[in-house]
């Protein structure tokens, strides 16, 4: 009895169809190898040691391969490798979305994309408890991994450099090495994971399509401009005495403008103006708007589908009166310390001292307790516009560089440079404009915040640079940004 039953086995495995016996997908996706140089904040003459990297990509349409921003940024070298081979070939950076971790790489033999087949996007939002795949080479082995999952939560939420956009939850397992790797249903994708949640079991974070779509459309002329966005620090109007000032009738929802991103006269926003509609969708009073018959995302998520021109139509209640506002957005607001987004910082060596541009990245890395308690500008201004056109932080490095002529000091790790010789800083090229123009016998140069006032010998200032250079290992006193004006020709 039990032979029949094995011969339908065998007659079962026999008859199975080739496109059923193979998972094609798998074929399209690719482990990105990557050696990166990323940044080097305490010496920023230089990048920092090289370090490899291993992460995923998919194939799409255009012979092109979508990943992670995180996975090739800063990368010197990137190599792709195809599903069950060892060959790795060299690839390219085409384009790059660091706020919302998206990047399209390309190959240098393009025969690569012969009879491998290209992953269409889903459209539209995809549904709570949808089923997806999601493929990729995670840590723990050499093989492409498949795991299952099913979308938990939706939610338009913020990712990297202040730029938010529609994240998709899952409970598929996922591993380092799963970045820039497709979540699949249906043979498209609907996402690209990006994150896991460490310290939790089985949530991960994925790009939805929705905004690769976008980013793929922004960058058909070849650049990318970004996503058009609003700044304006707004707050929820569900307290019943705010409602009452604000003269908001039963049932009429919104968000009150609590610091308009500009004060000039011809910016459409005030202080106190009830944000009640973008476009045709009314926003509750948590800020949110119905997307779906069963999802409500921040109101937000609107704003670069409906931006034109610059401008997203907004609908406003201003002491007690509905008007309607052209509201200006675009990718980028005016931040003081700026995220450098794949770029390196400028530096400027003089004497025991180093100088360089302030940025995001550099504000991240520092102890806030210590900035805050010298009382920092890089702390304390770290979300602040500029106060003039051209404004930078000027910070020194985390130490003076050891040499006789700064004896008796203390390192002023990070301090803001705020004037030399009484003439205020006003950015780094300022800076080292003010250094070449410096006379007199003495070079003051006063800290910001808690720190002491550094005083050296003009003469011995300079003439130490050299020494110094050679005793630190230093190639350029200056970066090349900054060399012409060191010169004088600027």
Not at 46 to 74: C, D, F, M, Q, W
Not at 233 to 239: F, G, K, P, R, V
Not at 344 to 367: D, R
Request: net charge positive.
């Amino acid at each position: 009895m039990r032979v029949p039953g094995l011969l339908a086995l065998v007659g079962f495995i026999v008859t199975l169809s080739p496109a059923e016996a193979k998972d094609e997908i798998r074929d399209s996706v690719v482990k990105v190898h990557v050696t990166q140089r990323f940044p080097s904040f305490t010496q920023p003459w230089t990048k920092a040691s090289p370090r490899k990297s291993a992460g995923s990509g998919v194939v799409i349409e255009g012979n092109r391969i979508l990943t992670n921003a995180h996975v090739v940024i800063y990368a010197d070298q990137i190599f792709v490798q195809p599903n069950q081979s060892t060959e790795k070939l060299s690839a390219r950076v085409a384009a790059m979305s660091p706020g919302m971790d998206l990047a399209v790489i390309t190959l240098d033999d393009e025969s690569f994309f012969k009879g491998r087949r290209a992953l269409p996007l889903a459209k539209g939002i995809p549904d709570i408890r949808d089923k997806v795949n999601c493929y990729g080479y995670p840590i723990g082995g050499a093989q492409q991994s498949v795991t299952e999952g099913i979308i938990s939560r939706i939610e338009f939420a913020g990712f990297y450099c202040m730029v938010n956009g529609l994240r998709i939850q899952v409970d598929a397992a996922l591993n380092p090495g799963n970045s820039g790797g497709p979540a699949v249903s249906g043979g498209k994708i609907v996402g690209l994971v990006y994150s896991i949640l460490s310290g939790a079991e089985n949530i991960g974070y994925l790009v939805a399509a929705d905004e690769i779509a976008a980013f793929l459309a922004d960058i058909k002329d070849g650049k990318y401009d970004g996503k058009p966005r609003m700044f304006d620090a707004l707050q929820s109007a569900e307290n019943e005495a705010l409602r009452a000032k604000l003269g908001l009738k039963k049932g009429t929802g919104g968000v009150m403008v609590n610091e308009p991103y500009r004060t000039e006269g011809d910016y459409p926003l005030r202080r106190w103006d009830v944000i009640t509609h973008i476009g045709e969708h009314a926003i509750d009073n948590q800020g949110n708007v119905q997307v779906k018959d069963d999802l409500r995302l921040g109101f937000r998520y609107y704003t670069a589908k409906l931006a034109r021109n610059g401008k997203v139509p907004l609908r406003v209640v201003r002491d007690k009166k509905p008007i309607g506002v052209d509201l200006p957005v675009s990718p980028d607001c005016d931040l003081l310390l700026p995220f450098l987004k794949g770029t390196y910082p400028s530096h400027f060596v003089l004497g025991p001292m180093v100088f360089s541009n302030a940025t995001q990245e550099l504000a991240a890395k520092l102890p806030s307790s210590v900035m805050t308690a010298t009382q920092n500008p890089i702390m304390t201004r770290r979300f602040d516009p500029p106060a003039f056109e051209g404004e930078q932080l000027v910070a020194l490095g985390p130490r003076l560089f050891p040499h006789r002529i700064s004896k008796g000091y203390s390192s002023a790790s990070f301090a803001v440079v705020e004037k030399i010789n009484d003439a205020k800083v006003k950015n780094l090229r300022h800076l080292v404009e003010l250094f070449r123009k410096v006379e007199g016998e003495f070079v003051t140069i006063e800290l910001a915040g808690k720190y002491e006032t550094l005083v050296f010998r003009r003469k011995e200032l300079f003439d130490s640079t050299e020494e110094i250079l050679e005793n630190e290992g230093i190639r350029k006193q200056v970066s090349d940004d900054l060399r012409e004006v060191w010169k004088g020709k600027d």
